[in-house]
Each structure stands twice: as structure tokens, then as C-alpha cells.
């Protein structure tokens, strides 16, 4: 990973989440993933954004007391700034075939609600870092067996490197691809580019549970995600889920340039989580 301006700061700060809404899994499946990501906050800062629900399962305070790296902020699901489209989400829901029986209508608004994350964490300097990012609080899953593995927990001590931190493009706003299947990757180019098609919500091309910007980048990725996602919903577009913003986001003419896609080939390491290696 490249795309180096020379910035020499090593520092940056992550954000992440957990709200008891019906996700993909049972909360007994994410407890060791979350166990896994907060022992292992020693090379970087974590802002952990929850509410009452949230804290009744997992006590994510007893993590913070004993790393001053982890700091906790309450924040009501009503408080969110994709609570005001509540009645275009729940619209939404009902056409979202490929997922509206497997999620809460909550969850696909919470996904979009990532770039606020971010920006709030970054704004309000929770922790004052040159970088900020988000990092979906499954990312570390720990698996060493089956068809797609992880790196083991071991070897992510001091996960990220700082020197992978510092060469990063402050211009720039780091994504994963998981398609490399550059036929499907130029088709994408084109529909996203004509308004008078729609891409297909069951094809993935961009991670969304992490990525990373320059403080400076900030709000200006929560302002124009916020406003591709409003033109989607207000035009009746089934938004499958912020992956189909982001792509858009990532492929449209006039907001491609600012975006580093990173891409990991190989069929060993699940490619959903390729930063775990990016930045070790």
C-alpha cells in the first residue's frame, strides 16, 4: 500500500460500534470478535459508540478503564443523523429483498451512518490524531481453519504498523476491493456513470467495514456519502446497504480521485478483512 505525500505522523484513530438490533449473527458470534479487537487496541486509538442495549451485553467500560487508548460514547439511536430518514429506511426495507429478512431496517441505517461515525469522532478530537477511520467491530474474526482464514490474533500484536500509518496519502480515502473480477469492475464504472441505469445491489465490489481518511477528508466524506445516499432514496433506489453507496461514491466520475482502493489477491485470506494484512 502506497500513494505516500510524506506525512510523518503515525498516529490515527478508529471508530466502531455495537447496537442490539437483529444483525447477520447471534451476539454469542460476536462476543469473542469484539474480545478480540478490544485486547489488541495498543497501536492505535478506539472510539466505541453504543447505547444502554449495547452496554447490557458486553461491558465495553471495563476495556476503557484499564486502556486510556479506548474511550466509550453513549449515543441513542434516535441521536443518529440517518434516524431523521427513518420513514425511507423502513420504505427501503421492504423492497431490500437480498436482506430485509436477515437485518433490522436499523442496521442498513446504522451502516450509513459509519461516515458520521467518523466524522464526529474526528471533529469533537475524542482523540486528536492526524488520521481517523472506521473498523467494523467483527473485523477480527481469529479464523485459522476453513476455505478463508485471518491472520492470527498473535500475529496482530501491535496491529497498525506505524509506519504503514504514516506513509498513507492525506489526499486520500482508503477502501478495500473485493472484486477483482475487472470485467464486472468496468461494468460497474459504466452504470454508476449513467443516470439512467441502476446498478445491481447483489454484486459487491467495496468493502465497507473499514477505511480510513486524513482529518481533513472527514467531513467532506460524511457530506458527500450523505448526499449520494439521499439522491438513491429520494429517487425510490433500493439501497441494499452502504457498500452500494460507497461504490458509487468510489466509481463516479466526479468523486473517484479522491478514493485508494486497495485490493489483496490470492484466494488464502478472506479478502472482506484484507487490511488486517495491509497495515502489519
Known amino acids: 500500500m502506497s500513494e505516500s505525500n510524506g506525512n510523518g505522523n503515525g498516529n490515527i484513530t478508529f471508530s466502531t460500534c455495537w447496537y442490539q438490533f437483529k444483525a447477520k449473527f447471534d451476539f454469542s458470534v460476536y462476543a469473542p470478535w469484539i474480545r478480540n479487537m478490544l485486547s489488541n487496541v495498543r497501536a492505535y486509538n478506539l472510539v466505541i459508540y453504543t447505547d444502554d442495549a449495547g452496554k447490557a451485553v458486553f461491558d465495553f467500560d471495563a476495556y476503557a478503564a484499564v486502556n486510556p487508548r479506548i474511550r466509550v460514547i453513549m449515543k441513542p439511536f434516535e441521536s443518529f443523523r440517518n434516524y ?81 500509518i504514516a506513509v498513507l496519502n492525506t489526499s486520500k480515502i482508503y477502501y478495500g476491493c473485493v472484486n477483482n473480477d475487472w470485467t464486472q469492475i468496468d461494468h460497474c464504472i459504466r452504470i454508476v456513470n449513467d443516470p439512467k441505469q441502476t446498478l445491481n445491489p447483489g454484486l459487491n465490489f467495496i468493502a465497507g467495514g473499514f477505511f480510513m481518511l486524513h482529518k481533513t ?4 466524506w460524511a457530506v458527500t456519502y450523505d448526499a449520494k445516499l439521499h439522491q438513491h432514496l429520494s429517487r425510490g433506489r433500493t439501497v441494499k446497504d452502504d457498500q452500494q453507496i460507497i461504490a458509487d461514491c468510489v466509481f463516479s466520475k466526479d468523486t473517484q480521485s479522491h478514493f485508494h482502493i486497495c485490493r489483496e489477491e490470492g484466494a488464502k485470506y478472506d479478502v472482506w478483512f484484507l487490511f488486517q494484512r495491509a497495515l502489519m
Open 217 to 220: 477528508k472527514a467531513e467532506w
Open 84 to 164: 431523521a430518514l427513518k420513514d425511507m429506511w423502513i420504505a427501503n426495507h421492504s423492497k431490500n429483498l437480498l436482506l430485509n429478512k436477515w437485518v433490522d431496517w436499523r442496521v442498513n441505517a446504522l451502516w450509513s451512518e459509519k461516515v458520521h461515525f467518523v466524522n464526529e469522532t474526528a471533529t469533537r478530537k475524542y482523540f486528536d490524531t492526524e488520521f481517523y477511520g472506521w473498523c467494523d467491530i467483527g473485523y477480527f474474526r481469529g479464523r485459522t481453519t476453513g476455505p478463508l482464514i485471518d491472520l492470527p490474533m498473535s500475529q496482530l500484536r501491535g496491529w497498525p504498523k506505524p509506519e504503514k
